[in-house]
């Protein structure tokens, strides 16, 4: 693939991230708590996992494809790119082999659920692999999985601060990660920290090995 026709294909997905996540923001904030998995109307559903994945996702192709048209360089974008695709992949795995399976993928899969569970993270995973990049950094990684850290980081500590609040879905602890008691919530956290860093690393090796094979 010529370079020109290269850059051209790596704007038209960052486009289309960009696209996607307004798409999916509009129906998030016109749509009530029973349309689809999302169980908050309007701005409160900026407090969930998947939504905030996804809008970082769609900044950061913002940003980039800000770069790609005033030609500068994007290198330095790179550990948030492969945060954004490390959250959005977490967040296509877990409904798609975990929570569709168990509750019924349609209400996954409605509005703009079905563009923060399923085309957004699917545009924003071709784009990474396809998209030639420079060598990452092993240290890159570890940077990628800190936006997941943070999100436990923050969770935790709201419910610390505000206590478990009401009844499901209407209290802190939305995901109901502390029903079995704090140190079982602790351990799920760090799991999906080390699984965000896990991501990663399968990102890097994947575009690693394709710049490898293109100086080959």
Known sequence: MSKDKHTKTEKILNAVIILFTIIGIVFMLTGKAEDGALQSSGIENFKFYTVLSNVFCGIVAAIYLTCLFLKRSVDKLIPLKLGAVCGVTITFAVVAFMFGPLYGF???????????????????????????????????????????????LGYMTNILINGMGGEWPDTNDFYAFLSWGWPVGIVIFACITLSAFGVACLFRHISNKTETREIL
């Not at 092993?138 to 990628?144: K, S």
């Open 106 to 152: 349609p209400q996954f899969y409605q509005r703009g659920n079905l563009f923060f569970h399923l085309l957004l993270p699917i545009i924003a995973m071709v784009e990474f692999v396809v998209v030639k990049r420079k060598t990452i950094p092993f240290r890159y990684t570890l940077i990628a999985a800190v936006p997941t850290f943070l999100y436990g």
